[in-house]
């Protein structure tokens, strides 16, 4: 991946008429969410958030109801303004971006996906779809084709004029998804898109959407309450508390290594079969010989523990470009499972 798409440097957000107040005393006295409150009659969205986002990739921010995430992922198109910080997006600082530009860096460099689509009744699935567009000034033909084919990357194929209410609510979340594709943006913003689904049709639309992004290599914030949605979704993971970023990392870096007692009760019942790697667990060889059971580096936990089915002999971590790299007892791999 290549440098940052999405960076946010020191983003405050605080709500009420003495937020720049409230802001001062918060950092030179570090006052917590309710004493902000009580003092100063002001409520703490966001606290000194750092992150940044490599381009092509999945950045999951999640936390409980009111941590902070949704309001986060708006100060990215600056649908909230910062009460201080720096938000840059695609080589532009946003939060001294003049109303032009934010409205071009909207309509053309940035989709954003809701929980709940809003979709326009009176209009067809090709009209909701195309209205980016529309906005833009693109003619109807050209509308019709990309609106088409945002359709069928959402597996809508011949839906296109039909209406909202002939749809299903697992329909309409893949109308939503194309409507933001159409545009062709470099950045999806998607804050829980999927949360109002049953638990099939939302793994399904996962599914779907991680198939896509293969493809299309979107820079994607993905806004989840779900520590299973993240880890599936997300090449890194951000979680808050109380509006502020407590820890990030890798989805394994997450669970196998967390940051506190908050983070260790997030990730205490997460399956680490399909998570941990061998390279996380192993010895390094000591200079014997490698056993006739390997896997490689990125080998996965539950793969590892397949290996000792037929016997508890230990397992070597195979690197095919450099040979034996390092070993895996039955007692490392249980370990791990264990947590």
Request: aromatic share 4%; proline share 4%; net charge negative.
């Amino acid at each position: 991946m290549s440098a940052a798409e999405i960076e946010c440097r020191n983003v405050w957000k605080i709500y009420g008429e003495r937020a720049q107040e409230a802001l001062q005393a918060v950092v030179a006295q570090g006052l917590s969410k309710e004493e902000v409150r009580d003092r100063f009659g002001c409520v703490l969205g966001v606290r000194d958030a750092s992150f940044s986002v490599n381009q092509g990739e999945i950045f999951c921010i999640m936390g409980l109801s009111g941590s902070g995430k949704s309001t986060l992922v708006r100060h990215i198109n600056r649908l909230i303004e910062p009460t201080a910080g720096e938000i840059h997006v695609a080589g532009a600082r946003v939060d001294t971006m003049g109303e032009e530009d934010l409205r071009r860096l909207r309509a053309e460099t940035i989709g954003m996906v809701f929980q709940h689509m809003a979709l326009w009744p009176h209009r067809t699935l090709g009209e909701n779809v195309a209205f980016g567009l529309e906005v833009r000034g693109l003619g109807p033909a050209e509308r019709h084709r990309a609106a088409e084919t945002a359709l069928d990357s959402m597996g809508l194929s011949g839906w296109i004029d039909h209406y909202p209410d002939q749809l299903s609510g697992g329909m309409q979340q893949r109308v939503g998804l194309a409507r933001a594709l159409a545009a062709n943006p470099e950045i999806l913003l998607m804050d829980e898109p999927f949360s109002a689904l049953d638990p099939l049709i939302r793994r399904q639309l996962q599914d779907q959407f991680l198939e896509l992004a293969k493809v299309v290599r979107k820079t994607t914030v993905f806004i989840t309450h779900d520590l299973d949605e993240a880890i599936r979704m997300g090449d890194h993971i951000a979680i808050m508390n109380d509006g502020e970023i407590v820890q990030i990392g890798t989805p394994e870096e997450i669970v196998t290594n967390p940051k506190d007692d908050y983070v260790a009760e997030f990730v205490k019942g997460i399956s680490r079969v399909g998570l941990v790697r061998a390279e996380t667990i192993m010895t390094p060889l000591d200079g014997r010989n490698a056993t006739e059971k390997t896997v490689t580096p990125e080998s996965e936990l539950g793969e590892i523990i397949d290996r000792f089915m037929d016997d508890q002999d230990d397992v070597t971590v195979l690197d095919p470009a450099v040979g034996a790299v390092g070993r895996i007892t039955i007692r490392d791999a249980l370990r791990a499972l264990r947590g």
